[in-house]
């Protein structure tokens, strides 16, 4: 890999494409051509086929970055070629014989799950959830974070697509150690089973809005590493 990969972004629950805004400017700068699968949590189905859909708006080989659900995404969509590393953020990383859901029940249950409402097939989080999803961020900041959320169908963490690309494509993980949202647990049983590079930081569960530049560092280092490779090759 001469050039410099294109970074494809996936947002989870209650977020959008707007929460990685910290790291595209700075990557784009870098030389990476950018681009967030802007998809609905209609269905997971849906989700990864947005994700393939992006990749083809951007030059290979491609990162994919993936954010709490979003690692559910990109560990389905990373099988396709295009792609040659995986980020994750805070994130599920379900096996082939598991569900987003079937992972998270292998830990305890964490504090914004008793802040959110099951309602028109939705899930949406109730405002009095914010400082377990996004607690290190300005007052200002969470308020866009709560204008921009979008809420999952209520089954997604229960539907599945075929396909694991942690098991064959390079990976880093950025694990937030004071997240309440997805288990800290989860996320170092996750990095250590992928055999990932993992970054552990001070962090609540949106570590790439709270601490852009370790995020920053993990895309890095992996870029770095798969030149590496491919200059030995």
Known sequence: MSGKPSIVFCHGLWADGSCFSKLIPTLRAEGHECITAEYGLDSLQGDVGCTIRALGRVSSPAILVGHSQGGTVITAAGTDD???????????????????????????????????????????????????????????????????????????????????????????????????????????????????????????????MSHPETVLTAIRDLVTSLQGNMARA
């Open 82 to 208: 295009r792609v040659v590393g995986l980020v994750y953020l805070c994130a599920l990383a379900p096996d082939e014989t598991e569900t987003s859901q079937s992972q998270q029940d292998k830990f305890p249950v964490t504090d914004v799950f008793s802040h959110i409402e099951v309602a028109d097939n939705r899930v949406w989080l109730l405002r009095s959830g914010i400082d377990y999803f996004c607690g290190d961020l300005t007052p200002d900041e969470k308020e866009i974070v709560w204008a921009t959320s979008m809420s999952p169908v209520a089954d997604l963490f229960n539907q599945k697509v075929d396909g694991v690309a942690w098991r064959t494509k390079p990976s880093a993980y950025v694990v937030g150690a004071h997240d309440h949202t997805v288990n800290p647990e989860l996320e170092w049983a996750a990095a250590k089973r992928m055999d990932a590079t993992t970054y552990e930081i001070d962090s609540d569960h949106v570590p790439m």
